[in-house]
């Protein structure tokens, strides 16, 4: 075999096995995210330049995202939240997130937050400092806690009824 044809071959084996070894792992291991039920209730969601519609069970976990409370907390919090939209929609499908007066914070907003806290919490461990330098991981730390608050909130999808 050639110098040219090794070169080729080594091209295609780095490009293709990433791709086969992650098709393979989404298979064995499938989607682990538990998915919300869709409301049909819709939150309108200003952001800066433009405006887009998020479901409101999304849009309780973004509320939730920024808290930091024991999972029992975080469901309570999640049953109130969910009463009070609804409270305020009365027979409505959709609603301003403006209207609701809820503090809430974008994706962007969020991960790059979650991606601070790890690494000053975790600056003194060489995954800390990895993390710190080269900014590598910033995706990964803000999914682990989107799923844990997702699965809360899909754990308890009722309101109140007053």
């Given amino acids: 075999m050639t110098d040219r044809k090794k070169f080729i071959m080594l091209i295609l084996f780095s490009i293709f096995f990433p791709l086969v070894i992650g098709s393979v792992c989404v298979l064995v291991n499938g989607n682990k995210i538990s998915k919300a039920k ?6 309108l969601v200003d952001n800066k330049n433009y ?11 973004y509320v939730l995202m920024d808290e930091s409370e024991p999972e029992e907390l975080l469901k309570a919090k999640s ?3 969910r009463t009070y939209i609804l409270y305020k929609m009365k027979d409505k499908t959709q609603i301003a997130a403006s209207d609701l007066g809820m503090e809430y914070r974008n994706y962007g907003e969020l991960k790059n937050s979650r991606f601070q806290d790890f690494c000053r919490e975790n600056i003194k461990s060489p995954k800390g400092m990895a993390a710190y330098f080269t900014g590598i991981g910033s995706y990964k730390i803000y999914n682990e806690k ?3 608050i997702k699965r809360i909130v899909n754990h308890v999808q009722s309101p109140v009824n007053l």
């Avoid at 405006?51 to 976990?61: G, L, V, W």
């Fill in 79 to 81: 049953v109130i939240i």
């Fill in 146 to 148: 989107n799923k844990k």
């Fill in 38 to 43: 869709p409301s049909g209730k819709t939150i």
């Fill in 51 to 61: 405006s887009f519609e998020m479901d409101m069970e999304n849009f309780i976990s």
